[in-house]
Protein backbone atom coordinates (compact mmCIF):
# COMPACT_ATOMS: atom_id res chain seq x y z
CA UNK A 1 0.00 0.00 0.00
CA UNK A 2 1.40 3.36 -0.66
CA UNK A 3 2.32 5.11 2.27
CA UNK A 4 0.21 8.05 4.41
CA UNK A 5 3.15 10.51 3.01
CA UNK A 6 1.91 9.92 -0.51
CA UNK A 7 -1.76 9.74 0.54
CA UNK A 8 -3.97 12.83 -0.26
CA UNK A 9 -7.03 13.27 2.35
CA UNK A 10 -9.86 13.78 0.44
CA UNK A 11 -12.48 14.55 2.80
CA UNK A 12 -9.93 17.44 3.82
CA UNK A 13 -9.43 18.41 0.01
CA UNK A 14 -10.82 21.46 -0.63
CA UNK A 15 -12.21 22.76 -3.89
CA UNK A 16 -9.36 24.70 -5.59
CA UNK A 17 -8.22 22.09 -7.96
CA UNK A 18 -7.92 22.54 -11.31
CA UNK A 19 -8.94 19.93 -14.38
CA UNK A 20 -5.53 17.81 -15.36
CA UNK A 21 -6.91 15.18 -17.06
CA UNK A 22 -10.20 13.72 -18.07
CA UNK A 23 -10.30 10.47 -20.19
CA UNK A 24 -12.57 7.00 -20.60
CA UNK A 25 -12.37 5.79 -17.27
CA UNK A 26 -11.04 8.60 -14.88
CA UNK A 27 -10.95 12.23 -14.39
CA UNK A 28 -7.42 13.98 -13.25
CA UNK A 29 -7.54 16.89 -11.29
CA UNK A 30 -4.14 19.04 -9.18
CA UNK A 31 -3.28 21.76 -6.96
CA UNK A 32 0.07 22.58 -6.34
CA UNK A 33 0.36 21.84 -2.46
CA UNK A 34 3.79 23.60 -1.36
CA UNK A 35 5.27 20.31 0.13
CA UNK A 36 8.10 17.97 -0.64
CA UNK A 37 6.51 15.74 -2.75
CA UNK A 38 3.32 15.24 -4.47
CA UNK A 39 0.31 12.94 -3.35
CA UNK A 40 -2.36 11.30 -4.41
CA UNK A 41 -6.34 10.92 -3.92
CA UNK A 42 -9.08 8.58 -5.14
CA UNK A 43 -12.49 9.78 -5.50
CA UNK A 44 -15.02 6.56 -6.62
CA UNK A 45 -18.71 7.87 -5.97
CA UNK A 46 -21.33 5.33 -4.86
CA UNK A 47 -23.29 6.01 -7.72
CA UNK A 48 -20.80 4.38 -9.95
CA UNK A 49 -20.07 1.27 -7.96
CA UNK A 50 -22.79 1.15 -5.32
CA UNK A 51 -20.89 -1.89 -3.06
CA UNK A 52 -18.00 -0.70 -0.96
CA UNK A 53 -16.01 -3.53 -1.46
CA UNK A 54 -15.74 -2.84 -5.37
CA UNK A 55 -15.21 0.98 -4.32
CA UNK A 56 -12.19 0.02 -2.24
CA UNK A 57 -10.92 -2.73 -4.81
CA UNK A 58 -10.70 0.23 -7.69
CA UNK A 59 -9.23 2.94 -5.26
CA UNK A 60 -6.51 -0.02 -4.07
CA UNK A 61 -5.85 -0.47 -7.77
CA UNK A 62 -5.42 3.54 -8.19
CA UNK A 63 -2.91 3.40 -5.37
CA UNK A 64 -1.00 0.21 -6.47
CA UNK A 65 -0.54 2.07 -9.78
CA UNK A 66 0.91 5.15 -7.82
CA UNK A 67 2.74 3.09 -5.63
CA UNK A 68 4.74 1.26 -8.45
CA UNK A 69 5.38 4.62 -10.03
CA UNK A 70 6.87 6.96 -7.09
CA UNK A 71 9.67 8.73 -8.70
CA UNK A 72 6.62 10.37 -11.01
CA UNK A 73 5.66 11.60 -7.07
CA UNK A 74 8.84 12.47 -6.39
CA UNK A 75 10.01 14.28 -8.77
CA UNK A 76 7.06 16.14 -10.38
CA UNK A 77 7.15 19.75 -10.50
CA UNK A 78 5.96 21.85 -8.29
CA UNK A 79 4.95 19.01 -5.86
CA UNK A 80 1.14 19.18 -6.30
CA UNK A 81 -2.25 17.05 -5.44
CA UNK A 82 -3.37 14.17 -7.19
CA UNK A 83 -7.49 13.91 -6.86
CA UNK A 84 -8.22 10.85 -9.30
CA UNK A 85 -11.87 11.11 -10.16
CA UNK A 86 -13.18 7.71 -11.09
CA UNK A 87 -16.13 8.00 -13.80
CA UNK A 88 -17.41 4.60 -14.89
CA UNK A 89 -18.65 1.44 -12.96
CA UNK A 90 -16.99 -1.44 -11.52
CA UNK A 91 -17.91 -4.07 -14.31
CA UNK A 92 -16.42 -1.55 -16.97
CA UNK A 93 -12.84 -1.55 -15.15
CA UNK A 94 -12.94 -4.64 -14.02
CA UNK A 95 -13.17 -5.88 -17.64
CA UNK A 96 -10.54 -3.25 -18.97
CA UNK A 97 -7.68 -3.39 -15.96
CA UNK A 98 -4.97 -2.90 -18.45
CA UNK A 99 -6.32 -0.22 -20.45
CA UNK A 100 -7.22 1.78 -17.53
CA UNK A 101 -3.54 0.91 -16.48
CA UNK A 102 -2.40 2.15 -19.97
CA UNK A 103 -4.18 5.30 -19.88
CA UNK A 104 -3.11 5.95 -16.20
CA UNK A 105 1.10 5.28 -17.89
CA UNK A 106 -0.11 8.07 -20.77
CA UNK A 107 -1.49 10.51 -18.09
CA UNK A 108 2.06 10.51 -16.01
CA UNK A 109 4.20 10.69 -18.82
CA UNK A 110 2.68 13.80 -20.17
Do not use: C, H, Q
Amino acid sequence: MISARYKLNVSLASKDFRAFYRGRFFAIKKKENGLSNSRVGVIVSRKNSPLAVRRNEIERLVYRFFEENKPFLDVFSPPSDFLVIILTSYSEIKDNKEILIKELNNVISI
